[in-house]
């Protein structure tokens, strides 16, 4: 049966996301789909859904929604103090809905990004091979007041709550991102390669969807490169001496120097920082991606 | 002795392959080969291969398991193949309006270039442009072959909203912006073709290797092509490109 999640409050930037566009790069499409994949993946993994089944992705100030029918939910990533109705309900365990039930978000309590994941998935129109909303691409952007979301209604029980699966909540709180040397590390003065292993850097308010800046200025004298591919993860070093980290809808290409690149864990623990909070890079235990950053 | 391709890992999912660091279109023959056999090499449902000037970038859709063996599998793939042709390429006419309401900098250009606006539209409409890749923006052209005499650096202070099909120019390079969105180059037109629509496969028609030409229209035939577009019928212009 067709049931609905109407928007009654859009809260501050909430959208529907899922693994992001595979195969479009080459036509300057960006990768998209969630900025944090444990927490879409512990989500989905709670509800036994599909891996990939698209789910909300809900930054800092949460909305408020209206469920047409029964079902369950599950959310995951940040903690936004979720309540069900008048109860505060907690994150990382199934949830049942039923008609008419409204879940609402209050206070930040920590992390950036969080996830409400569905039975089934959201159902919202699949644009090449994927939910994930982005301009121009998906017909929103954001959710809006008013808004209605498709899902399948289900009444009935489809398996036992998990009781024994443990979440490991520390990437959401872990100052140390996971890094390997990017393609220009090397161009880089030894001070500077050193400054990069050893300092503390901060989130910039200057972040979202597309790229995180860091607020401190570093000295660079590293000329600007043939334009050429980036990918999520990827953290260029600009003219005036940022650090910019790419994130999940960065453009396909970019001339600044690549300096760095997030490992997998590394983009998903960016995407659960806020301005202001602190991060310093290391290597990861084992250098499958390459070499270490020594 | 020749240091490239020099072949690494960028991140747990991708493998990065650079080429002599040069924008040229013989480079871009070798590169557009070479992405053609690792596009045969590779299931395409798991991998993604795009170029840039003298970059590929394999794009996993998941991590990477052994990551040496996968550079070694490349290596031994590169060794063995001789470059021949590329497939086929062609040209596209483009439809361009360079009057007054579209070419907000045409007389900021005359002045700083010393040419007449004749003489800027006759430069720009004259070469083949070579197409390099797609970036930037979905649809984005990354265009080579601009004539020296039309170089000219950005804007000081990038507007914050250029039009969709706006045609510019930023030092060495011209393009058309596919949709509107804050920028830097120098206005001179506006071209009314779409260069990305979702619901098309490929959502894009024009590729790396392809070349377009410029043609001028009047304001008149720039609104009729844009009617016939908004209606379905326009055609555009190609043949094939016998290099």
Redesign the interface.
């Known amino acids: 049966m067709k049931a609905e999640v109407e928007i009654l409050y859009p809260g501050l930037f909430s959208t529907i996301q899922d693994f992001g566009r595979r195969g479009f790069q080459k036509y300057g499409v960006p990768l998209g789909g969630v900025m944090d994949r444990i927490a879409l993946k512990t989500a989905n993994l709670i509800l036994q859904n599909q891996a990939d089944a698209a789910v909300m992705e809900i930054t800092q100030m949460g909305p408020k929604l209206k469920f047409s029918a029964a079902t369950k939910i599950a959310i995951s990533g940040a903690h936004l103090s979720p309540k069900l109705n008048d109860t505060e309900i907690d994150n990382n365990e199934v949830v049942k809905i039923h008609e008419g039930d409204i879940l609402s978000f209050g206070r930040p309590e920590y992390g950036m990004r969080s996830y409400l994941a569905i039975l089934d998935g959201f159902k919202t129109e699949k644009v090449l091979g994927s939910r994930s909303w982005y301009e121009d691409i998906t017909s929103h952007e954001k959710l809006e007041k008013g808004m209605k979301l498709q899902y399948e209604a289900s009444e009935e029980e489809k398996y036992e709550t998990h009781a024994a699966i443990k979440f490991d909540e520390e990437y959401l709180n872990s100052e140390e991102i996971e890094v390997f040397p990017g393609p220009e590390f090397e161009k880089l003065p030894e001070t500077l390669k050193s400054h990069l292993r050893q300092s503390k850097f901060s989130i910039d308010k200057n972040n979202n969807r597309m790229a995180i800046q860091l607020s401190e200025i570093l000295e660079n004298e590293l000329e600007p490169i043939i334009t050429g591919p980036v990918l999520p993860g990827t953290i260029q070093l600009t003219p005036g001496g940022k650090l910019i980290v790419l994130m999940r809808d960065c453009q396909t290409t970019g001339g600044y120097p690549r300096v760095l690149q997030l490992s997998e864990k590394g983009i998903n623990m960016m995407a659960q920082k806020k301005a202001g909070d602190k991060i310093r890079f290391k290597s990861p235990p084992t250098p499958k991606g390459g070499e270490a950053l020594s | 002795m020749n240091d490239f391709p020099k072949i690494?890992?960028?991140?747990?999912?991708?493998i990065?392959i650079?080429f002599e660091?040069?924008?040229s279109e013989k480079l871009l023959g070798k590169l557009l080969f070479y992405k053609d056999k690792l596009e045969e090499f590779y299931d395409?449902v798991n991998v993604?291969?795009?170029?840039?000037?003298?970059?590929?970038?394999i794009?996993y859709?998941f991590?990477?398991e052994?990551?040496y063996n996968e550079i070694s599998a490349i290596k031994e793939l590169f060794g063995e193949a001789k470059i021949g042709k590329t497939n086929n390429q062609q040209i596209f006419h483009l439809p361009v309006c360079y009057e007054e309401e579209f070419g907000w900098d045409l007389e900021y250009i005359s002045k700083e270039k010393k040419l007449s606006k004749e003489e800027i539209v006759e430069l720009h409409t004259k070469p083949f442009y070579t197409v390099f890749?797609?970036?930037?923006?979905?649809?984005?052209l990354?265009l080579g072959g601009l004539d020296e005499k039309l170089q000219i650096s950005r804007k000081d202070q990038p507007r914050m909203k250029i039009e969709k099909g706006a045609v510019g120019i930023g030092e060495n390079q011209t393009g058309i912006y596919?949709?509107s969105s804050p920028g830097g180059w120098q206005i001179l037109g506006n071209c009314p073709v779409q260069f990305?629509d979702?619901n098309n496969d490929?959502?894009?028609e024009i590729?790396?290797g392809d070349k377009v030409k410029f043609y001028s229209v009047s304001k008149e035939e720039f609104e009729e092509i844009s009617e016939q577009i908004s209606e379905g019928t326009f055609q555009l212009k190609k043949e094939n490109y016998e290099g």
């Open positions: 690494t890992p960028m991140g747990e999912r991708g990065l650079e660091p040069e924008i395409e993604e291969v795009i170029n840039t000037y003298n970059s590929l970038l794009s859709m991590s990477i052994n990551v890749f797609t970036g930037f923006l979905p649809g984005f990354y596919p949709k990305f979702k490929p959502p894009c590729s790396a």
